[in-house]
């Protein structure tokens, strides 16, 4: 464990995702509790999207944006909103020079798959549909989160390409969340480690997939084909259940002729891109900088 993020780690929120309503609380109160960045030059828009049900989404712009991220926020499909993520959609928005269309899509166990799946791809299309009133190429859309956000992104650019919907520029994938069966070495091996434990996993996939079958659009890590998908970045934490499934993902693509960009962080653990530690600092900064190359090419 690299050393600077181990000091952090008693001071960790509570992560019990049996518990939803007690850990929506701990998370609304982590969150609050952290300093936002600078918005100066920035704006901020809040919006609903039509649908059934509407999807209320948070639109960040920084100036001279030419291309737009459709941002999915972690939490297992269980925690999370468009407050706990407000820190890191402006962070991804500065450091990308993207506009940021964060989405508060449903949350399980009170709304299973498909809900946050619909949800996302609603705004999806909502986005490409009215590029020019958000003032962005609509060549230039990626799709992107962090653990069951990045895997809601990697959802979408399935769909999108099975039912040929709004193009997707690009895939930012930070330690997606992707396969429910839990069978690889890390899964099985990393019980115990900091924020995001095997058990925790098990829930949210108990609470995210309700009765539903997992279809690849749920666990992209079960879908056969992954030709002509969007290119992807993928980043994934040393000491994360979700890292093999992870790694797995990404050879699966650049097998199927999708290029990648793959970067195992040593020392790191699930989340850790958000603690103010040097290593987490340069996870972060990469993440905008791949971004920020995809939508500029």
Known sequence: MDPELEAF?????????TDPVTARKSLAAAAMAVPVPDIDGMEIEDRTVPADPDVPVRIYRPRQARGAVLWLHGGGGVLGDLDTEHRQAVRIADGSGAVVISVGYRLAPEHPFPAAHDDAYAVLAWTAEHAAELGVDPDRIA?????????L??????????????PIRFQLLNQPMLDDRQETWSQRHFTDTPWMTRDALTAAWRHYLGSAPATPYAAPGRAADLSGLPPAYVATAEFDPNRDEDLDYALDLLRAGVPVELHQWPGTFHGSQAIPAEVSQRQFTELCDALRRALAE
């Open 143 to 151: 799709v992107g989160g962090h653990s069951v956000g990045a895997g």
């Open 9 to 17: 780690i008693p001071l960790l929120p509570p992560n019990d995702l």
């Open 153 to 166: 992104a990697a959802g979408l650019a399935l769909r999108a390409r099975d039912e040929q919907g709004p």
